[in-house]
């Protein structure tokens, strides 16, 4: 669990590329500049852990490319203390980045799997989110809302009747739709009844899948 100058350097010339790809918010950059990425993956992948990929992180899942993760955490929007609910902890990677920004990070996992290895890893690296659930993501965690943000961070079918429904007013929820390739798409919930849509490139991701494994 080393987490050295070298590593640091690469974490950098990253944050250079995702500046050129169009990042702007400096809190997304600062975080991703902070946090060791190689640590979430599996040895073998050390080496490239701070190139712009997505990789195999078990489970048949996968870490998220930093671009998107940057992407998705920009278009977040996330104050210091805000409460954020993440869908498909994976890996925790995007977890810590958002703890990283100062938010509140409830987040859910469908696979056993993966939840158990990330519970225990976060804390070694003093990250702690607020609340990390094994269970369906489609059903958000309603014990725990409103949330003034929702990251999701599979391939939504479609969009969650719940998670529209957890969002506060003023809320944001950033979740890609779509089949094979996905819109990532941008709700603001106006009031009770009204969202505001936007819709931003095509992105690939694992599918959110329905009940938990
Ligand atoms: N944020 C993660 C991305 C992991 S890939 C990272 O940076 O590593 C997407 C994750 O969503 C996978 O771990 C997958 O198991 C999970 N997932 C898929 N469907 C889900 C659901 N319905 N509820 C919760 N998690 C889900």
Known sequence: MKDTNKHQGLRNQLVKQLQDKGITDKNVLDSISKIPRHLFLE???EDFAYQDKA???GAGQTIS???TVAFQSQLLEVKKEAKILEIGTGSGYQTAVLCKMGAKVYSVERQNEL?????LLLP???IRPKFLSFGDGYKGLPQYAPFDGIIVTAGAPFIPQALMAQLKIGGRLVIPVGENEQIMTLLIRKNETQFEKHEYGDFRFVPLLEDKN
């Open 124 to 126: 070694k690296l003093g």
């Open 65 to 67: 490319q930093p671009y």
């Open 115 to 119: 939840f158990k290895t990330t519970s």
């Open 43 to 45: 040895s073998s992948f």
């Open 55 to 57: 990789f195999p992180i």
